[in-house]
C-alpha cells in the first residue's frame, strides 16, 4: 500500500536523525501514538455503526439490519486494509512529532520572521491589530475555542474518510494528503525553526485573558528548557514549532478534501472555521501571519501529493468518479470494496 511508502520513508529518516541527536524515538505518556490508536478505534466503530444505521433503509432500522449491513460494509480484507491505512497515518504522525521535538535543538529565527510580518503590515504587528478590532476579551475566548477544536476535527474527519467513502482507495486520498501534510510541516519545521510570537513578543499579547491557551505556550516552552537541559531523560519531549502552522495546513486538507469528495455544504462551512483558524493563530500567539501563509501553501502541496500517491497515473486518476457518494447505498460486496 502506498500509504506504507511514506510511513517507512519518514520512519527511516525518523531514525537516522534520531542517531545524529543521540535522542530516541519517544511516545510519552503513550499519547502519540498508543493512545491515539486506542482512540481511532472507537471513532472508527462509533462512524461505522452511524454509517451502517444511515445505509439500511428507514423503516428497518432494527439491530438486526444495522447488523447484517456492517458485515457487508466491512468484510475481513477490507476490515484488515482500512485497519492497515490507520495504522501508517499513525506511523507518520509518531515521526512527525518526535522530529518536531528535536527540532528544539535547533537555534529558533523568531526575528526574521517578526521582522517579515511587520513588513507585510506595514510596520505593525498583525496579532496587535487585531487585537485593537476584535477586542482583548470575548473574542480571545471565542478564539480559544475555535483553537482548542483543533484536535477533536482531526481525530473525526481522518476516520471519517474510511468509513463513509464507498471505495475504499478514494478513503485512502484523505490519509495520504494528511501524512504528506505532517512530512511537509516538519520539514518546514528544520528549514525555518521558530517559537512563535508568544515568545519573541509576549508584550504583545499582556492584554489577554489567562486561557488554556496560555497554559499550553507556558508548558511548551517548559518542556523545551527540559530537553535543551537534559536530552537524555526519559520524559524530555519538546512539542513547539511555528513556521508553518500545521493548524491551517491540516485544516486546508480537511477543506480541500471536503471539495474533492463533493461536499459542497461541508466544504463551505469548514473554509470558514479555517478563516477563522488563521485568526486564532495570529490572536492568541501561536503563529507569525506568514506561518499561516506557508501553512495554506503546504496543506494545498499536501492534497496533490496525496491524490497523486493514490492514483499515480493520468488514466487513473481520469477514471476517479463519483468519489463524493459518501451517502446511505448498500455495499456492493465486490473487488471494487478496497
Known amino acids: 500500500m502506498r500509504l506504507w511508502v511514506i510511513a517507512l520513508g519518514l520512519a527511516v529518516v525518523t531514525l537516522w536523525r534520531s542517531s545524529v541527536v543521540d535522542i530516541p524515538v519517544r511516545d510519552p505518556g503513550g499519547e502519540i501514538l498508543r493512545a491515539r490508536i486506542a482512540i481511532t478505534a ?9 454509517d451502517a444505521v444511515r445505509r439500511v433503509p428507514r423503516g428497518r432500522r432494527a439491530p438486526r439490519p444495522v447488523a447484517e449491513m456492517l458485515r457487508r460494509r466491512w468484510p475481513t480484507r477490507r ?6 491505512a490507520l495504522l501508517a497515518y499513525h506511523l507518520v504522525y509518531a515521526g512527525y512529532h518526535n522530529l518536531k521535538s528535536w527540532d528544539a535543538l535547533n537555534p529558533p529565527r523568531d526575528q526574521a520572521l517578526t521582522w517579515i510580518d511587520q513588513a507585510l503590515f506595514l510596520g505593525h504587528s498583525p496579532a496587535v491589530l487585531l487585537h485593537s478590532v476584535l477586542g482583548e476579551r470575548w473574542a480571545a ?29 478514494d478513503g485512502t486520498v484523505f490519509l495520504a494528503s494528511a501524512s504528506w501534510v505532517w512530512v511537509l510541516g516538519v520539514a518546514c519545521y528544520y528549514a525555518v525553526p521558530s517559537l512563535g510570537p508568544f515568545n519573541d513578543r509576549p508584550q504583545d499579547f499582556a492584554g ?19 530537553l535543551l537541559a537534559d536530552p537524555s531523560a526519559h520524559d524530555a519531549f519538546a512539542q513547539v514549532s511555528a513556521f508553518a502552522s500545521l493548524h491551517v495546513g491540516v485544516t ?67 477514471r476517479v468518479q463519483a468519489v463524493g457518494r459518501f451517502a446511505g447505498r448498500e455495499w456492493a460486496h465486490d473487488h471494487r470494496s478496497v
Do not use: K, N
Open 42 to 50: 472507537g471513532t472508527f466503530v462509533a462512524l461505522a455503526l452511524l
Open 252 to 318: 486546508t486538507v480537511i477543506v480541500l478534501m471536503a471539495a474533492y469528495y463533493r461536499l459542497r455544504r461541508i466544504a463551505v462551512v469548514l473554509s470558514v472555521y479555517l478563516a477563522l483558524t488563521v485568526v486564532a493563530t495570529v490572536y492568541l500567539g501561536w503563529h507569525f501571519a506568514v506561518d499561516d501563509i506557508a501553512g495554506l501553501a503546504i496543506g494545498a502541496a499536501a492534497v496533490g501529493l496525496g491524490i497523486v500517491t493514490i492514483y499515480p497515473t493520468r488514466r487513473s486518476r481520469r
Open 79 to 84: 476490515l484488515l486494509v482500512a485497519a492497515s
Open 141 to 169: 475566548y471565542a478564539l480559544v475555542i475555535v483553537y482548542e477544536s483543533f484536535p477533536t476535527l482531526v481525530s473525526i474527519a481522518f476516520v471519517a474518510c474510511v468509513v463513509f467513502a464507498d471505495r475504499l482507495r
Open 208 to 226: 489577554l485573558p489567562h486561557t488554556i491557551v496560555t497554559t499550553t505556550q507556558t508548558t511548551y516552552m517548559a518542556q523545551r528548557a527540559h
